[in-house]
C-alpha cells in the first residue's frame, strides 16, 4: 500500500498524540506510593502496553519507509561521540 506524504505526515502525527495521551493516562494513574493499588486492571494495563509497542513498531516502519534515522535516547553516562578539547591546551601555530 503506498502513502502520500501528507497522509504519512498526518498518520506520525496521529501516533505522536496518542504515544503522548497513552504517557498522561499512565503518569496520571500510577499510584505515588508503590504499597496503593493501581486503578487500572492488570489487563487494562498490559493493554496499554501493547498499543505503546504498536505505536512504537508503526513510527519505525514509517521512518524507514522514508529514509529517517529513529532518534535514539541519550542518557548522561554514554559515550560522547565529540571528545572536548580544552582551549588552554592548544599551542598556537607561529606566524608564517
Known amino acids: 500500500m503506498s502513502v502520500s506524504k501528507d ?22 494513574t500510577t499510584p505515588r506510593h508503590r504499597g496503593l493499588q493501581h486503578p487500572l486492571s492488570g489487563a487494562t494495563i498490559e493493554d496499554v502496553r501493547l498499543c505503546l509497542s504498536l505505536i512504537a513498531a508503526r ?32 599551542k598556537r601555530k607561529p606566524d608564517a
Open 7 to 28: 497522509d504519512s505526515s498526518k498518520e506520525r502525527e496521529i501516533l505522536r498524540v496518542m504515544r503522548k495521551v497513552l504517557a498522561s493516562v499512565i503518569k496520571d
Open 59 to 90: 513510527e519505525r516502519e514509517l521512518a524507514d519507509a522514508a529514509g529517517a534515522v529513529m532518534e535514539q535516547p541519550h542518557y548522561s553516562d554514554d559515550a560522547q561521540a565529540v571528545k572536548t578539547v580544552s582551549i588552554s591546551g592548544l
